[in-house]
């Protein structure tokens, strides 16, 4: 008995075999039958008419007259005699020897009885051959009725194995597909009934035990998974800033109550809901999927303005994984940053009048019409100018900064030519240029179009970055102004031969009141790059800086906005 899925297969090839070998062994059977008989026919009957004919021939030529053929009668004669196969056939050939003595001995009256006996002769052969020719006939076809009978048998057999034996296959195969697509739907109660001691039935026996497995598993961690879900949930509660999560598939997997507060939406309105059609219905959240950048952004709640910044975390080991969303508060900060701008403001422009007079008053002390002063009194009234413009130029750029932090910086947008904004800056720092005998070099492009801007900040950002080029460049080295244009951008830069920056500075050169560590040489308020962000990003452009150590540095900024 068949145990495997392999014996089955090679038994059922057997069987196959078994009966193409049946089906050809039928044929060639009958086949072989059917010659046998023809060949009896020819071998026995046929020879014995052959020989009768041959006497009949030969007893006419002795009647002509030709003596000598009367052995030719005895010849055939003989052979005759041992060719007799049919019922009176001996009788009819004694007889016809008999009558043959006779003939020879010269009796003429013998001659009738001759051609009687070979009449009989012929005639029991040709009886014996329509006999056996109808027999034969009979038989061929009872063989063809029998090997088309074979034949069809053999045929509704095969076809019924060939019908019914892949189902051997098939049928555990199906039952194990649908098994696994109970499973994966996790319905872990679906169990394989299949009975057979082969490779399948092993299988099966396999499977409900690792069904059986899995369902006690989820039946033993059901509550503890409840128990995790519930715990989850009040810690995403607890959170004081909202938060939202959304998985791979983009299907949002949690919102807090501070979120669902912020958005204006219910649980069932957004958890378990796919990104797009809670976009759809949102707006803030709409705007929290598509804004990329960090910067804060205002929510009107309860009628009362709130400020909040956005951050993106991923799920797990990597943002493929999920993320979430996480809007924190700042609406304290952003009113403490308002006060802090407000007083900076105020004391700038406090402290601006009586250092604006102090200023005037050293110059009058530099007027040699008011006196002399001594070299010692010149130095110290130098030292205080010094001071007293450093001081002032402080106090401008937190003005600025004030302005611009308060959104009330004033842009006079129209178009700008490049090549006059450029020429008034390096005019304007000539003078600090000639004295460490640095020489600036203009390289700009020919034609260069006019673009969309204010040209008092355009100007501003240039004399910064030209001042500080200055500032830290060495002595009788020279400083590059560069604009060139691309297809759909103007690029201004400048470029300087100091020491460079350190590449982990350079994310943070543009922050407010940040100074690279280390460049005591170097005095300035940290706020000049800051300002300078926010102006050429206010006028829409993009500001940026390249630099290596022992390199030097060059700093940038890239307009797209062309008058129309």
Sequence with gaps: MATSVKNKIRWG?????????????VGIYYLVKLRLQTKNILTANY??????????????????????FIDTIGHYLKLQESNITE??????????GIALVEFKKGDSKQEGNLRKQL???????????????????????QAVTIIITSVAIILLIGFTFAVNFPSILTDPINKLTEAIREISQKNYHHRIHIQSKDEFGQLAKSFNEMAERLEYFENSNLAKLIFEKSRAEAVINSLKDASIGIDKTDTVLFANEQALQLLGLSVKDIVGEKVELVAKRNDLFRFLLEEKTTNPFKVVVENRENYFIKEVMGMGQGSTNGKVLVLKNITSFKELDVAKTNFIATISHELKTPLASSDFSIKLLKDERIGTLTDEQKELVNSINADNQRMLLILSELLNLSQVEAGKIQLNIQPVNIYRVVENSVQTVAAPAKEKAIRIEEQLEAGLPEIQGDPDKIGWVLNNFLTNAIKNAPDKSHVVVEVTQTATAVNFSVKDQGQGIEAVYLTRIFERYYQIPGRSDIKGSGIGLAICKEMVEAMG????????IGQGSTFGFTFSQFPK
């Design 87 to 96: 019922k009176g056939e001996a009788e009819a050939t004694k007889n016809l």
């Design 47 to 68: 020879e014995s008419l052959q020989y009768a004919h041959g006497m009949q021939i030969a007893l006419d030529s002795v009647l002509s007259g030709e003596e000598h």
């Design 119 to 141: 009449q009989t002769i012929l005639f029991l052969n040709m009886q014996a051959i329509q006999t056996k020719s109808e027999n034969s006939e009979a038989a061929s076809e």
């Design 13 to 25: 090839t057997v069987f196959l075999f078994f009966l193409v070998m049946s089906s050809g062994g």
């Design 541 to 548: 452009g993009t500001i940026w800086v390249k630099s290596n």
